[in-house]
């Protein structure tokens, strides 16, 4: 399980999605509205995730605080 990621955010898109740059590796996240209006380009982040797997989807959501995971 990827308990966190860390790295730069590189886009942003759609009204909640992320794309964090880890040492060259992309990982596509969905986060809340709140952590999605508080991020900009090219600044360094932390996010708690939670990888959820689905019969026909895989999606990794991220959250700014462990509160905030466990919560969801």
Sequence with gaps: MIAHVRGKIE???GENGIIVDVSGVGYEMLVPVSDF????LGEERKFYTY????????E????????AKKLF
């Design 60 to 67: 990794l959501y991220g959250f700014s605080t462990l509160a």
């Design 51 to 58: 990888h959820a797997v689905k019969e026909n989807s895989e």
């Design 11 to 13: 886009e942003k898109f």
């Design 37 to 40: 209006e508080n991020v900009n």
